[in-house]
Every structure is written in C-alpha cells, then in structure tokens.
C-alpha cells in the first residue's frame, strides 16, 4: 500500500510538524547520525516561515476586516443612491432619456421574438364581452384569432397593438352562453414572427 506524503498540507500543521522534529534534533542530533550544521538550514527555514505565516495571518485578517467594511460601505451607498434615483424618477419632468444619462434605468431585458410566444390571458365579463391581455414585450402587438363553434377555422380578430383588447362581438345566440377559442402571435415591422400561443379556450356567459 503506497504511503501518503508524511508532510501535513495546512500550513500550521508543518510549522509544528517541524519544531516539534527540530526540538527533539537539537540536543542530540548524532543520535541520528547528523551534526549541527545539518539541521541549522531546517531550523533556520523553520523559523523564516514561521515569521512570514504570521505575516500571512495578519494580513488575511486585514483583508477580511477590509472587505466586511467594504461590503457595509456599499450596503449605504446603495441605499443612498436608490433613494436618490426615487426622488429623480418621482419628478413629474423626469424622462427615460434623462435615465439613461444618468445611467440609472438599466439594461433592458431584451426577447427573442422569433422563440417567443405571446401568453394570453381573458376574463369574460358575460354578454359576449371578453377581456384578453397580453404582453407586448418588444414586438409591436399581436394578431389575434378567434374561433367560435360555428367558425370552421380560425378568424383573425385584430392587430393588436396594446394590452388589454376587449372582444366585444355579441353572443351568437343571445342568452346562450357559447365557448370562444383565441390564440395570438406576436407582430413585428408588419409580419407575424414567432409561435402561437397555447389555445385559450373561454366560457362565455350569457
């Protein structure tokens, strides 16, 4: 079975591991077949590291304490500066160009449109009457289709080009409630770019 090295990796553990074999050399090193001369470079290493280990410690302490301060120095600091950045943007003359002079509307989150697909959302508010919400994100809108039981394929309903639109067509059979079936894809300089959304499948009441 091959042996592990018989040196300690933490560095306090050789400084002991070496004094403790020095302290036990000095008085008589002939009993192991050395003179004096032979462990003087031992014992004079031994002592070099020992000064710059607590050199080393020292200066990790430092550094730590350094970087506690640091880290409560940027806690204030940041909670200046956002106060700050409130009472700018509560201006009624503020304007994101002002923003972005100053550097504090950061970076927007930019969407792939071309992986993207709308979610829609729809509360039916009786009569024939649906509200369906979107988010527009970087497109210029949705088109919007619908399908309702006697439509054999899907109808485009509208460009959209703001959240919420309000489907307002009158139920086909007044006082009979009817399910409505929408789906959208996003918009973009005039053409259709994306996938469609899930179909959204909606009850509505008479």
């Given at each position: 079975m091959a042996k592990t090295d018989f040196l300690p990796n933490r560095d306090s553990?050789?400084?002991?591991?070496?004094?403790?074999?020095i302290s036990t050399l000095t008085p008589d090193?002939?009993?192991?077949?050395?003179?004096?001369?032979?462990?003087a470079p031992v014992t004079a290493a031994g002592g070099d590291f020992d000064a710059d280990l607590a050199l080393a410690s020292k200066a990790a302490a430092a550094a730590k304490g350094a970087t506690t301060k640091k880290n409560a120095s940027r806690r204030h600091l940041e909670e200046e500066f956002r106060g700050l950045v409130r009472r700018i943007k509560a201006h009624r003359g503020y304007t994101k160009e002002q923003g972005d002079v100053l550097g504090i509307e950061g970076p927007r989150h930019l969407v792939d449109l071309t992986a993207a697909k709308p979610d829609l959302t729809a509360l039916d508010q009786?009569?024939?009457?649906?509200?369906l919400s979107f988010t527009k994100r970087e497109s210029d809108g949705i088109n919007l289709y619908c399908k309702r039981e006697t439509d054999e394929d899907w109808v485009l309903l509208s460009?959209?080009?703001a959240s919420p639109f309000v489907d307002d067509r009158p139920l086909l059979h007044m006082g009979t409630a009817e399910l409505r079936r929408y789906t959208a894809v996003y918009r973009l300089k005039d053409k259709q770019v994306g996938a469609f959304s899930?179909?959204?499948?909606?009850?509505c009441a008479p």
């Amino acid at each position: 079975m091959a042996k592990t090295d018989f040196l300690p990796n933490r560095d306090s553990d050789l400084a002991i591991a070496v004094a403790r074999a020095i302290s036990t050399l000095t008085p008589d090193p002939g009993a192991y077949g050395l003179t004096q001369e032979d462990v003087a470079p031992v014992t004079a290493a031994g002592g070099d590291f020992d000064a710059d280990l607590a050199l080393a410690s020292k200066a990790a302490a430092a550094a730590k304490g350094a970087t506690t301060k640091k880290n409560a120095s940027r806690r204030h600091l940041e909670e200046e500066f956002r106060g700050l950045v409130r009472r700018i943007k509560a201006h009624r003359g503020y304007t994101k160009e002002q923003g972005d002079v100053l550097g504090i509307e950061g970076p927007r989150h930019l969407v792939d449109l071309t992986a993207a697909k709308p979610d829609l959302t729809a509360l039916d508010q009786t009569a024939g009457v649906v509200v369906l919400s979107f988010t527009k994100r970087e497109s210029d809108g949705i088109n919007l289709y619908c399908k309702r039981e006697t439509d054999e394929d899907w109808v485009l309903l509208s460009h959209v080009m703001a959240s919420p639109f309000v489907d307002d067509r009158p139920l086909l059979h007044m006082g009979t409630a009817e399910l409505r079936r929408y789906t959208a894809v996003y918009r973009l300089k005039d053409k259709q770019v994306g996938a469609f959304s899930d179909d959204l499948v909606i009850a509505c009441a008479p």
